[in-house]
C-alpha cells in the first residue's frame, strides 16, 4: 500500500493543517491594529503684553483641557505637558486623543502637537487617516480671547 493512501499517515498530516489555520485565525483575532493621525503641529507665541512662562502656560493649558474631559499629567517629562482623553472605548476597539505642549527653543517658545491613537480590531484601512482635535482649536481661542498668546500652524 503506498504511504499517500495510508490513512494512519493521512489523520494525522490532516489535523496538523486544520490546527495551524485554526491557530493562524486565532492570532488574527488576538492581534490588534494600532492607527495614529495627527493634527497640524502649532506654536504658541506670548502676547505681546504677556511674558508666557512654561509653568504658567502647562497651568493654563492643563486646567483647560482638563475641563474638556482630559487628563493631563507632567510627570514622564517636565519639560512637556501630555493630555489624554479616550474619544471611544469599545470592546474590539478604542481611541483616544493626545494632546502634548513641549517647551519650545530659540524659533518656537512652545509647540502643540495633537494625535489620535486608535488600537484594536479595526483595520487602519477603515479609519481615517486624518485628524483635528476641536479642542485644541477651542484652546487656541481660549489663549487668544484671554491676550496670553497665539497659536500659529506649522506647515
Not at 489535523?15 to 485565525?25: G, I, S
Amino acid at each position: 500500500m503506498p504511504i499517500e493512501n495510508n490513512q494512519a499517515v493521512f489523520f494525522p498530516y490532516t489535523l496538523v493543517n486544520t490546527f495551524r489555520v485554526l491557530m493562524l485565525l486565532l492570532l488574527s483575532l488576538i492581534a490588534g491594529c494600532t492607527n495614529v493621525a495627527s493634527d497640524v503641529a502649532r506654536t504658541i507665541h506670548p502676547a505681546p503684553s504677556s511674558a508666557l512662562s512654561t509653568s504658567t502656560l502647562f497651568a493654563i493649558a492643563s486646567e483647560f483641557f482638563t475641563g474638556e474631559g482630559y487628563q493631563c499629567v507632567t510627570r514622564d517629562d517636565p519639560s512637556a505637558l501630555r493630555c489624554t482623553k479616550e474619544l471611544r472605548d469599545f470592546y474590539i476597539h478604542q481611541t483616544q486623543a493626545e494632546v502634548q505642549v513641549y517647551l519650545g527653543d530659540e524659533l518656537y517658545s512652545h509647540t502643540l502637537v495633537t494625535s489620535r491613537w486608535d488600537e484594536g480590531l479595526i483595520p487602519g484601512e477603515f479609519i481615517s487617516s486624518e485628524f483635528t482635535s476641536p479642542d485644541v482649536k477651542a484652546f487656541c481661542d481660549y489663549l487668544t480671547a484671554q491676550t496670553v498668546g497665539s497659536c500659529r500652524a506649522i506647515y
